[in-house]
Nanobody, 129 residues
Framework: QVQLVESGGGLVEPGGSLRLSCAAS????????IGWFRQAPGKEHEVVSC????????YHIDSVKGRFTISRDNAKNTVYLQMTGLKPEDTAVYYC??????????????????????WGQGTQVTVSS
């Protein structure tokens, strides 16, 4: 069974850190790019960060640059999103998704959601004091 499973969400105070994990099973990520998306209450899905599995190139939206880092562990077939300096506006359900790695990471990261092949179920991140 092909699936992506996110974990690592939770409640954290402003300025705190969390590390999200996206573990793939039923397929290997070596031909895919992985994107992290988020959806805050009442808002559209928003791409956050992406990583190319083939060359490790990364992309982050401006609002998380310098605070979020995306990385991958080939042996574990897992992608991570390290989030530091969290702000209340980072509160959202975070999803990971996989798309075939066919273009630059910026192109893949900014393409429509329906272009992605697999999605996880999401993990809640709440930043509040």
């Amino acid at each position: 069974q092909v699936q992506l499973v996110e974990s690592g969400g939770g409640l954290v105070e402003p300025g705190g850190s969390l590390r999200l994990s996206c573990a793939a099973s039923g397929f290997t990520l070596d031909k895919y790019a992985i994107g992290w998306f988020r959806q805050a209450p009442g808002k559209e899905h928003e791409v956050v960060s992406c990583i190319s599995w083939s060359d490790g190139d990364t992309y982050h939206i401006d609002s998380v640059k310098g605070r979020f880092t995306i990385s991958r562990d080939n042996a574990k077939n897992t992608v991570y999103l390290q989030m530091t300096g969290l702000k209340p506006e980072d509160t959202a359900v975070y999803y990971c998704a996989a798309a075939v790695d066919w273009a630059t990471i910026e192109t893949i990261c900014t393409m429509p959601r329906y272009e992605y092949d697999y999605w996880g179920q999401g993990t809640q991140v709440t930043v509040s004091s």
